[in-house]
T-cell receptor
């Protein structure tokens, strides 16, 4: 079945460092791909999405490109802030339900 | 901004008891979902609901689970006889339309603790 694999965390960075969180997927066809973020004590919020190959999703300085060749959707940000500390989930749309990766905790230190 | 709400935020229950988790989806949405996240593990799909019936359910969603939309606003998840392994965070989500272009909006979750 469809699945999502994310790099394990926690990822600890200093403020203004470059962030990459790897995500790869296995799916039939070309599903839409998502990154959700979960801040402490809150629910899941959609961070960005891409609906077809080579699409780039972006929001709040975060970007991810839908790479069909490598079945990847890596999340990047050029300069992280302390307020970016959260858990990040990669997900794909599989028959209108979401399949999530295991989540990656990001800790940004001042 | 419209949002999905869930009550209670934390529910503690004894093993074997029934619990009902409540969700109020965004008012004009048509598709409703429950997901759960056992502590430290991934978020898992439980069930989807459309037009007053279950569209799809996972193998986790056994006979102990049921969902209902009792009125025009609430969407509930019932666990008939809770087990220790039901302890998890339960998320409700709703979506406006069928296409994946329609974002799923998540509630803040209910943390269920079964003792």
């Amino acid at each position: 079945g469809d699945s999502v694999t994310q790099m394990e965390g926690p990822v600890t960075l200093s403020e203004e460092a470059f962030l990459t969180i790897n995500c790869t997927y296995t799916a039939t066809g070309y599903p839409s791909l998502f990154w959700y973020v979960q801040y402490p004590g809150e629910g899941l919020q959609l961070l960005l999405k891409a609906t077809k190959a080579d699409d780039k999703g972006s929001n709040k300085g975060f970007e991810a490109t839908y790479r069909k060749e490598t079945t990847s959707f890596h999340l990047e940000k050029g300069s992280v802030q302390v307020s970016d500390s959260a858990v990040y989930f990669c997900a794909l749309d599989s028959s209108y339900k979401l399949i999530f990766g295991s989540g990656t905790r990001l800790l940004v230190r001042p | 901004e419209p949002e999905v709400t869930q009550t209670p935020s934390h529910q503690v229950t004894q093993m074997g008891q029934e619990v009902i988790l409540r969700c109020v989806p965004i008012s004009n949405h048509l598709y409703f979902y429950w997901y759960r996240q056992i502590l430290g593990q991934k978020v898992e799909f439980l069930v989807s609901f459309y037009n007053n019936e279950i569209s799809e359910k996972s193998e986790i969603f056994d006979d102990q689970f049921s969902v209902e939309r009792p009125d025009g606003s609430n969407f509930t998840l019932k666990i008939r006889s809770t087990k220790l392994e039901d302890s998890a965070m339960y998320f409700c989500a709703s979506r406006g339309g069928r296409s994946s272009y329609n974002e799923q909006f998540f509630g803040p979750g209910t943390r269920l603790t079964v003792l």
